[in-house]
């Protein structure tokens, strides 16, 4: 059965790989599993139809059979756990992974996620200029850490997997920021995980979207 996954129909990224459908497409571009995507606007995500798959009226969103997901962890979880390819097989080295998966979510990406909105929503606050340098430093302390982990390495534990996945789109999000070019180990690593084919069909099939968007199509 090919699932479905949801995605913007106008991404606010511009079509540049952000929006969370990437982690998801990326997953089954590895395990090359074809899915369908389905493109829903802002307005139809805050729909009920849309919120009875996803309840924050976010993407994306993950259907298969009468299976409904989401949140993009879950979901890349959800397609490693049933595809080879993206867990090892190993007990240790599997748990170890998933690990990773959820330090990518819950230790580096919510202060990324902070300067975003400081970058988007903040400017015009009062405090705005002595908050942005704090942001930053709480994001170069979760760097600093990643880099000495990862080292000479060019996975986080052994050959890629899941957690790099999610650790290099959570990283992608610095891409504008100058922040990643503090750390070379860590811009080799994430340009390392664009130059996997299956990255780059994921990314060509999001920019489709937005070209096609821009293009009236």
Do not use: C
């Not at 990326?26 to 139809?49: C, H, I, N, T």
């Not at 009875?52 to 989401?70: C, K, N, R, S």
């Amino acid at each position: 059965m090919i699932p479905t996954i949801t995605a913007f129909e106008r991404s606010p990224d511009h079509g540049q790989g952000q929006a969370r459908d990437m982690r998801v497409r990326w997953a089954l571009e590895e395990v090359g599993q074809p899915y369908d995507v389905r493109l829903v606007s802002f307005k139809e995500m805050k729909q009920p139809a849309h919120r009875a798959l996803h309840p924050f009226g976010q993407i994306p969103t993950y259907e298969e059979g009468d299976l409904a997901l989401f949140e993009s962890g879950s979901i890349v979880l959800h397609i490693a756990q049933h595809h080879a390819g993206l867990l090892p097989d190993e007990a240790n080295a599997r748990a170890r992974a998933i690990t990773w998966m959820f330090a990518a979510l819950s230790t580096v990406e919510p202060p990324i996620v902070d300067l975003g909105v400081a970058l988007l929503l903040e400017r015009d606050q009062p405090w705005y200029t002595q908050r942005l340098p704090i942001v930053k430093d709480r994001i170069r302390v979760r760097l600093g850490e990643l880099s000495d982990r990862l080292g000479e390495a060019d996975w986080l534990d052994g050959a890629f997997s899941a957690g790099d996945l999610m650790m290099v789109t959570v990283l992608r999000r610095l891409n504008t920021s100058g922040l990643l070019n503090e750390y070379p180990s860590l811009s080799a690593y994430v340009a390392r995980g664009e130059a996997r084919p299956a990255f780059r069909r994921a990314f060509d099939a999001q920019l489709a979207v937005f070209t096609g968007a821009s293009d009236g199509r």
